[in-house]
Protein backbone atom coordinates (compact mmCIF):
# COMPACT_ATOMS: atom_id res chain seq x y z
CA UNK A 1 0.00 0.00 0.00
CA UNK A 2 1.37 3.32 -1.15
CA UNK A 3 2.14 6.24 1.79
CA UNK A 4 -0.93 8.40 0.79
CA UNK A 5 -3.58 5.32 1.06
CA UNK A 6 -1.98 4.83 4.99
CA UNK A 7 -2.74 8.83 5.62
CA UNK A 8 -6.00 8.58 4.05
CA UNK A 9 -7.47 5.33 5.92
CA UNK A 10 -5.59 6.35 8.96
CA UNK A 11 -8.01 9.50 8.65
CA UNK A 12 -10.89 7.62 8.02
CA UNK A 13 -9.94 5.27 11.14
CA UNK A 14 -9.22 8.80 13.34
CA UNK A 15 -12.75 9.88 12.02
CA UNK A 16 -14.58 6.49 13.35
CA UNK A 17 -13.29 6.40 16.56
CA UNK A 18 -13.87 10.36 16.96
CA UNK A 19 -17.45 9.02 16.51
CA UNK A 20 -17.25 6.13 18.93
CA UNK A 21 -15.19 7.12 21.49
CA UNK A 22 -17.74 9.75 23.18
CA UNK A 23 -20.78 6.70 23.22
CA UNK A 24 -19.56 5.33 26.53
CA UNK A 25 -18.79 8.40 28.03
CA UNK A 26 -21.04 11.12 26.72
CA UNK A 27 -23.97 10.56 29.99
CA UNK A 28 -21.35 10.73 32.87
CA UNK A 29 -20.09 13.67 30.77
CA UNK A 30 -23.19 15.53 30.32
CA UNK A 31 -24.23 14.66 34.11
CA UNK A 32 -21.11 16.54 34.63
CA UNK A 33 -21.93 19.63 33.60
CA UNK A 34 -25.72 19.90 33.49
CA UNK A 35 -25.90 17.89 36.99
CA UNK A 36 -29.09 16.70 35.37
CA UNK A 37 -30.18 13.42 36.35
CA UNK A 38 -31.85 12.17 33.28
CA UNK A 39 -29.22 13.87 30.30
CA UNK A 40 -31.22 11.53 27.50
CA UNK A 41 -32.26 14.42 25.87
CA UNK A 42 -29.38 16.04 25.53
CA UNK A 43 -27.42 13.16 23.90
CA UNK A 44 -30.08 13.24 21.33
CA UNK A 45 -29.36 16.86 20.69
CA UNK A 46 -25.47 16.14 20.41
CA UNK A 47 -25.62 13.55 18.12
CA UNK A 48 -28.18 14.97 15.86
CA UNK A 49 -26.20 17.98 16.05
CA UNK A 50 -23.10 15.78 14.89
CA UNK A 51 -24.53 14.60 11.94
CA UNK A 52 -26.72 17.57 10.79
CA UNK A 53 -22.86 19.22 10.45
CA UNK A 54 -21.78 16.58 8.28
CA UNK A 55 -24.63 16.72 6.22
CA UNK A 56 -24.40 20.34 5.95
CA UNK A 57 -20.88 20.35 5.36
CA UNK A 58 -19.83 17.40 3.22
CA UNK A 59 -20.31 19.12 -0.16
CA UNK A 60 -18.93 22.16 1.29
CA UNK A 61 -15.58 20.47 1.63
CA UNK A 62 -16.01 18.40 -0.84
CA UNK A 63 -16.26 21.40 -3.31
CA UNK A 64 -13.57 23.63 -1.84
CA UNK A 65 -10.90 20.25 -2.31
CA UNK A 66 -11.90 20.82 -5.91
CA UNK A 67 -11.25 24.28 -6.12
CA UNK A 68 -7.99 24.67 -3.28
CA UNK A 69 -6.77 20.84 -3.85
CA UNK A 70 -7.48 17.80 -1.41
CA UNK A 71 -4.62 18.01 0.39
CA UNK A 72 -5.46 21.44 1.44
CA UNK A 73 -8.14 20.89 2.62
CA UNK A 74 -7.27 17.38 4.63
CA UNK A 75 -4.76 19.39 6.19
CA UNK A 76 -7.10 22.00 7.54
CA UNK A 77 -9.67 19.14 8.43
CA UNK A 78 -7.02 16.88 10.37
CA UNK A 79 -5.50 20.03 12.24
CA UNK A 80 -9.42 21.22 12.95
CA UNK A 81 -9.80 18.00 14.65
CA UNK A 82 -6.85 17.99 17.18
CA UNK A 83 -7.51 21.16 18.53
CA UNK A 84 -11.05 20.44 19.00
CA UNK A 85 -10.61 17.69 20.88
CA UNK A 86 -8.45 19.32 23.45
CA UNK A 87 -10.84 22.26 23.05
CA UNK A 88 -13.81 19.30 24.07
CA UNK A 89 -10.89 17.62 26.78
CA UNK A 90 -11.58 20.68 28.99
CA UNK A 91 -14.68 22.40 27.93
CA UNK A 92 -16.65 23.54 31.53
CA UNK A 93 -19.77 24.01 30.21
CA UNK A 94 -22.64 22.51 28.60
CA UNK A 95 -22.61 25.28 25.25
CA UNK A 96 -18.48 24.47 25.24
CA UNK A 97 -19.17 20.65 24.69
CA UNK A 98 -22.19 21.65 22.23
CA UNK A 99 -19.94 23.69 20.20
CA UNK A 100 -17.18 21.08 20.27
CA UNK A 101 -19.15 18.43 19.15
CA UNK A 102 -20.81 20.46 16.39
CA UNK A 103 -17.11 21.49 15.05
CA UNK A 104 -15.84 17.89 15.32
CA UNK A 105 -18.82 17.05 13.07
CA UNK A 106 -17.55 19.79 10.86
CA UNK A 107 -14.56 18.25 10.90
CA UNK A 108 -15.40 14.64 10.32
CA UNK A 109 -17.36 15.76 7.06
CA UNK A 110 -13.50 15.08 5.42
CA UNK A 111 -14.48 11.54 4.53
CA UNK A 112 -15.89 13.03 1.45
CA UNK A 113 -12.60 14.58 0.81
CA UNK A 114 -11.03 11.39 1.57
CA UNK A 115 -13.28 9.58 -0.70
CA UNK A 116 -12.48 12.04 -3.64
CA UNK A 117 -8.59 11.78 -3.11
CA UNK A 118 -8.54 8.06 -3.68
CA UNK A 119 -10.89 8.21 -6.63
CA UNK A 120 -7.89 10.88 -8.01
CA UNK A 121 -4.73 8.23 -7.18
CA UNK A 122 -6.00 5.05 -7.91
CA UNK A 123 -6.73 3.59 -11.51
CA UNK A 124 -10.46 2.35 -12.66
CA UNK A 125 -9.53 -1.37 -11.82
CA UNK A 126 -8.11 -1.15 -8.68
CA UNK A 127 -11.53 1.66 -7.26
CA UNK A 128 -13.60 -1.32 -5.92
CA UNK A 129 -10.78 -2.57 -3.91
CA UNK A 130 -9.62 0.48 -2.40
CA UNK A 131 -13.36 1.66 -1.70
CA UNK A 132 -13.68 -1.96 -0.33
CA UNK A 133 -10.74 -1.04 2.30
CA UNK A 134 -12.40 2.30 2.74
CA UNK A 135 -15.52 0.90 3.99
CA UNK A 136 -13.51 -1.44 6.48
CA UNK A 137 -11.12 0.85 8.06
CA UNK A 138 -14.46 3.09 9.15
CA UNK A 139 -15.74 -0.43 10.80
CA UNK A 140 -12.36 -0.42 12.41
CA UNK A 141 -12.35 2.83 13.96
CA UNK A 142 -15.95 2.50 14.66
CA UNK A 143 -14.92 -1.14 17.02
CA UNK A 144 -11.62 1.03 18.48
CA UNK A 145 -13.56 4.06 19.41
CA UNK A 146 -16.13 2.98 21.95
CA UNK A 147 -13.83 1.03 23.62
CA UNK A 148 -11.24 3.10 23.76
CA UNK A 149 -13.38 5.72 25.53
CA UNK A 150 -15.05 3.28 27.85
CA UNK A 151 -10.98 2.38 29.05
CA UNK A 152 -9.90 5.90 29.47
CA UNK A 153 -12.87 7.45 30.73
CA UNK A 154 -12.87 5.52 33.73
CA UNK A 155 -9.89 6.95 34.59
CA UNK A 156 -10.79 10.10 33.39
CA UNK A 157 -14.08 11.13 31.49
CA UNK A 158 -12.21 13.83 29.37
CA UNK A 159 -8.86 11.33 28.79
CA UNK A 160 -10.36 10.19 25.29
CA UNK A 161 -10.87 13.28 23.84
CA UNK A 162 -6.54 13.76 24.84
CA UNK A 163 -5.99 10.77 22.94
CA UNK A 164 -8.22 11.58 20.06
CA UNK A 165 -6.25 14.72 19.54
CA UNK A 166 -2.84 13.24 19.94
CA UNK A 167 -3.81 10.47 17.40
CA UNK A 168 -5.21 13.42 15.23
CA UNK A 169 -2.20 15.54 15.28
CA UNK A 170 0.32 12.28 14.32
CA UNK A 171 -1.71 11.61 11.49
CA UNK A 172 -1.37 15.73 10.42
CA UNK A 173 2.47 15.18 10.53
CA UNK A 174 2.19 12.24 8.81
CA UNK A 175 -0.31 14.15 5.83
CA UNK A 176 2.35 17.13 6.81
CA UNK A 177 5.72 15.22 5.17
CA UNK A 178 4.01 12.41 3.16
CA UNK A 179 0.90 13.15 1.68
CA UNK A 180 1.36 14.75 -1.92
CA UNK A 181 -1.67 16.39 -4.09
CA UNK A 182 -3.64 14.83 -6.05
CA UNK A 183 -4.85 16.67 -8.26
CA UNK A 184 -4.05 20.53 -9.56
CA UNK A 185 -6.43 23.09 -7.81
CA UNK A 186 -9.01 24.34 -10.49
CA UNK A 187 -9.46 27.79 -9.13
CA UNK A 188 -12.90 27.99 -10.92
CA UNK A 189 -15.95 29.79 -8.70
CA UNK A 190 -17.66 27.38 -6.61
CA UNK A 191 -21.50 26.80 -8.01
CA UNK A 192 -23.26 27.68 -4.59
CA UNK A 193 -26.93 25.45 -5.87
CA UNK A 194 -24.22 22.48 -5.61
CA UNK A 195 -23.55 22.93 -2.06
CA UNK A 196 -27.22 22.52 -0.96
CA UNK A 197 -27.35 18.99 0.44
CA UNK A 198 -31.22 18.96 0.07
CA UNK A 199 -30.85 19.36 -3.49
CA UNK A 200 -30.31 15.40 -4.68
CA UNK A 201 -33.68 14.73 -3.02
CA UNK A 202 -35.72 16.49 -5.16
CA UNK A 203 -35.59 14.04 -7.91
CA UNK A 204 -37.02 11.25 -6.27
CA UNK A 205 -40.49 13.12 -6.41
CA UNK A 206 -40.07 12.75 -9.98
CA UNK A 207 -39.77 9.45 -9.94
CA UNK A 208 -41.73 7.88 -7.27
CA UNK A 209 -41.37 4.30 -7.76
CA UNK A 210 -38.06 4.97 -6.25
CA UNK A 211 -39.76 6.20 -2.31
CA UNK A 212 -39.89 2.43 -1.10
CA UNK A 213 -36.27 2.08 -1.32
CA UNK A 214 -35.10 5.16 -0.34
CA UNK A 215 -37.82 4.86 2.87
CA UNK A 216 -36.72 1.75 3.66
CA UNK A 217 -32.98 2.76 3.69
CA UNK A 218 -34.00 5.53 5.74
CA UNK A 219 -35.61 3.14 8.11
CA UNK A 220 -32.20 1.08 8.65
CA UNK A 221 -30.31 4.77 9.38
CA UNK A 222 -32.79 5.38 11.68
CA UNK A 223 -32.71 2.16 13.34
CA UNK A 224 -28.93 1.95 13.25
CA UNK A 225 -28.82 5.46 15.00
CA UNK A 226 -31.05 4.40 18.52
CA UNK A 227 -27.59 2.32 19.27
CA UNK A 228 -25.37 5.03 19.19
CA UNK A 229 -27.78 6.99 21.18
CA UNK A 230 -29.03 4.88 23.95
CA UNK A 231 -26.32 1.97 24.25
CA UNK A 232 -24.67 3.61 26.76
CA UNK A 233 -27.63 4.71 29.00
CA UNK A 234 -29.41 1.64 28.70
CA UNK A 235 -26.16 -0.53 29.62
CA UNK A 236 -25.95 1.47 32.40
CA UNK A 237 -29.51 1.73 34.09
CA UNK A 238 -30.53 -1.83 33.21
CA UNK A 239 -27.07 -3.50 34.15
CA UNK A 240 -25.17 -1.02 36.16
CA UNK A 241 -22.25 -1.09 33.14
CA UNK A 242 -19.21 0.60 33.37
CA UNK A 243 -17.26 3.17 30.93
CA UNK A 244 -15.19 -0.12 30.24
CA UNK A 245 -18.07 -2.35 29.74
CA UNK A 246 -20.27 -0.47 27.86
CA UNK A 247 -17.44 0.26 25.36
CA UNK A 248 -16.26 -3.40 24.95
CA UNK A 249 -20.06 -4.14 24.07
CA UNK A 250 -20.13 -1.69 21.49
CA UNK A 251 -16.83 -2.72 20.25
CA UNK A 252 -18.59 -6.53 20.21
CA UNK A 253 -21.31 -5.15 18.29
CA UNK A 254 -19.11 -3.63 15.61
CA UNK A 255 -17.07 -6.59 15.30
CA UNK A 256 -20.59 -8.46 14.69
CA UNK A 257 -21.28 -6.05 12.09
CA UNK A 258 -18.42 -5.67 10.65
CA UNK A 259 -17.62 -9.39 9.85
CA UNK A 260 -21.03 -10.18 8.98
CA UNK A 261 -21.19 -7.67 6.32
CA UNK A 262 -17.62 -8.67 5.15
CA UNK A 263 -18.33 -12.58 4.61
CA UNK A 264 -22.30 -13.39 5.08
CA UNK A 265 -24.27 -10.98 2.13
CA UNK A 266 -22.96 -12.91 -0.83
CA UNK A 267 -23.32 -16.57 0.74
CA UNK A 268 -26.75 -15.46 2.15
CA UNK A 269 -27.85 -13.42 -1.27
CA UNK A 270 -26.94 -16.99 -3.31
CA UNK A 271 -28.94 -19.31 -0.99
CA UNK A 272 -31.68 -16.89 -0.21
CA UNK A 273 -31.79 -14.25 -3.01
CA UNK A 274 -31.69 -11.01 -2.03
CA UNK A 275 -35.40 -9.98 -1.00
CA UNK A 276 -35.56 -13.18 1.35
CA UNK A 277 -32.06 -12.41 2.54
CA UNK A 278 -33.22 -8.93 3.41
CA UNK A 279 -36.00 -9.96 5.43
CA UNK A 280 -33.89 -12.71 7.23
CA UNK A 281 -31.95 -9.71 8.27
CA UNK A 282 -34.97 -7.88 9.65
CA UNK A 283 -36.09 -10.82 11.70
CA UNK A 284 -32.87 -11.02 13.13
CA UNK A 285 -32.36 -7.56 14.30
CA UNK A 286 -36.01 -8.35 15.54
CA UNK A 287 -35.33 -11.30 17.67
CA UNK A 288 -32.13 -9.83 18.62
CA UNK A 289 -34.07 -6.23 19.78
CA UNK A 290 -36.59 -8.59 21.69
CA UNK A 291 -33.94 -10.04 24.00
CA UNK A 292 -32.42 -6.83 24.72
CA UNK A 293 -35.84 -5.46 26.03
CA UNK A 294 -36.00 -8.28 28.33
CA UNK A 295 -32.75 -8.87 29.40
CA UNK A 296 -32.08 -8.89 32.95
CA UNK A 297 -28.31 -10.21 32.71
CA UNK A 298 -25.63 -8.32 31.16
CA UNK A 299 -23.94 -11.40 29.59
CA UNK A 300 -27.50 -12.31 27.66
CA UNK A 301 -26.11 -8.94 25.64
CA UNK A 302 -23.00 -11.07 24.74
CA UNK A 303 -24.73 -13.69 23.79
CA UNK A 304 -27.17 -12.30 21.08
CA UNK A 305 -24.46 -10.94 19.62
CA UNK A 306 -24.44 -13.40 16.73
CA UNK A 307 -28.03 -13.19 16.17
CA UNK A 308 -26.99 -9.31 15.16
CA UNK A 309 -24.54 -10.55 13.06
CA UNK A 310 -27.13 -11.98 10.89
CA UNK A 311 -28.77 -8.99 10.77
CA UNK A 312 -25.90 -7.63 9.06
CA UNK A 313 -26.73 -9.27 5.79
CA UNK A 314 -29.82 -7.21 5.18
CA UNK A 315 -28.17 -3.70 4.34
CA UNK A 316 -26.01 -5.08 1.77
CA UNK A 317 -28.73 -7.58 0.25
CA UNK A 318 -30.60 -4.22 -0.10
CA UNK A 319 -27.64 -1.98 -1.61
CA UNK A 320 -27.71 -4.76 -4.58
CA UNK A 321 -31.22 -4.87 -4.71
CA UNK A 322 -31.41 -1.20 -5.05
CA UNK A 323 -29.22 -0.82 -7.52
CA UNK A 324 -31.90 -2.70 -10.20
CA UNK A 325 -34.19 -0.29 -9.17
CA UNK A 326 -33.19 2.52 -11.66
CA UNK A 327 -30.82 2.31 -15.51
CA UNK A 328 -27.08 2.58 -15.41
CA UNK A 329 -27.27 6.42 -16.67
CA UNK A 330 -29.37 7.55 -13.23
CA UNK A 331 -26.82 5.53 -10.61
CA UNK A 332 -24.85 8.01 -9.55
CA UNK A 333 -27.82 10.53 -9.20
CA UNK A 334 -29.84 7.67 -6.66
CA UNK A 335 -26.90 6.82 -4.92
CA UNK A 336 -26.55 10.99 -3.93
CA UNK A 337 -30.35 10.68 -3.37
CA UNK A 338 -29.73 7.55 -1.08
CA UNK A 339 -26.68 9.72 1.07
CA UNK A 340 -28.99 12.73 1.61
CA UNK A 341 -31.84 10.31 3.38
CA UNK A 342 -29.41 8.62 5.51
CA UNK A 343 -27.94 11.86 6.56
CA UNK A 344 -31.43 12.87 7.13
CA UNK A 345 -32.42 9.94 9.60
CA UNK A 346 -28.72 10.37 10.86
CA UNK A 347 -30.30 13.81 12.16
CA UNK A 348 -33.80 13.11 12.89
CA UNK A 349 -33.43 9.63 14.87
CA UNK A 350 -31.13 10.94 17.81
CA UNK A 351 -33.57 13.33 18.96
CA UNK A 352 -36.66 11.04 18.58
CA UNK A 353 -35.08 7.74 20.13
CA UNK A 354 -33.71 10.05 23.38
CA UNK A 355 -37.17 11.34 24.01
CA UNK A 356 -38.41 8.46 23.69
CA UNK A 357 -35.88 6.92 26.64
CA UNK A 358 -36.27 9.88 28.45
CA UNK A 359 -39.84 9.14 29.04
CA UNK A 360 -39.44 5.14 29.60
CA UNK A 361 -36.13 5.15 31.68
CA UNK A 362 -37.40 5.21 35.50
CA UNK A 363 -39.88 2.42 34.50
CA UNK A 364 -38.23 0.41 31.82
CA UNK A 365 -35.05 1.13 30.38
CA UNK A 366 -35.84 -1.64 27.58
CA UNK A 367 -38.75 -0.69 25.81
CA UNK A 368 -36.60 1.29 23.84
CA UNK A 369 -35.77 -1.99 22.11
CA UNK A 370 -38.78 -2.00 21.36
CA UNK A 371 -39.58 1.01 19.84
CA UNK A 372 -36.71 0.29 17.47
CA UNK A 373 -38.42 -3.27 16.65
CA UNK A 374 -41.72 -1.79 15.91
CA UNK A 375 -39.77 0.77 13.24
CA UNK A 376 -37.78 -2.00 11.43
CA UNK A 377 -41.55 -3.96 11.02
CA UNK A 378 -42.63 -0.96 8.89
CA UNK A 379 -39.73 -2.03 6.32
CA UNK A 380 -41.41 -5.45 5.90
CA UNK A 381 -44.08 -4.28 3.35
CA UNK A 382 -41.94 -1.86 1.91
CA UNK A 383 -39.37 -4.81 1.23
CA UNK A 384 -42.06 -6.92 -0.14
CA UNK A 385 -43.62 -4.17 -2.63
CA UNK A 386 -39.71 -4.13 -4.21
CA UNK A 387 -40.92 -7.16 -6.20
CA UNK A 388 -42.94 -4.59 -8.24
CA UNK A 389 -40.32 -1.93 -8.78
CA UNK A 390 -37.24 -3.87 -10.37
CA UNK A 391 -36.91 -1.95 -13.59
CA UNK A 392 -39.99 1.01 -12.86
CA UNK A 393 -37.61 3.53 -12.80
CA UNK A 394 -35.80 2.41 -15.81
CA UNK A 395 -38.92 3.17 -17.94
Known amino acids: MNKPLIVIFTAIVLDAVGIGLIFPILPSLLQEVTHAENV?????????????????????LGALSDRLGRRQVLLISLAGAAV?????????????????????GLTSANTAVAAAYITDISPQDQR??????????FGIGFIIGPVLGG???DYWLRLPFIAAAVLNGCNLLLAIFILPESRAPS???????????????????SVKSLLPVILIFFVFSATGEAYGTCW??????????????????????????????????GPAVKLLGERAAILTGIASACLALLVMAFATRGWMIFAIMPVFALAGIGVPALQSLATR???????????????????????????????IYFGAQSHWPGAIWLTVLAIYTVSIPLVLRLRFNRRAAAS
Open 325 to 355: QVDESQQGQFQGVLASALSLASIAAPLGFSS
Open 232 to 265: ALWGHDAFQWNGLWIGLSLGAFGICQTLSQAFLP
Open 187 to 205: GEKIDLATLNPLRPLRWVF
Open 84 to 104: NYLFLAFAPSLWMLVIGRAIA
Open 128 to 137: ARRFGLFNAM
Open 40 to 60: APYIGIMTALYAAMQFIFSPV
Open 151 to 153: VLG
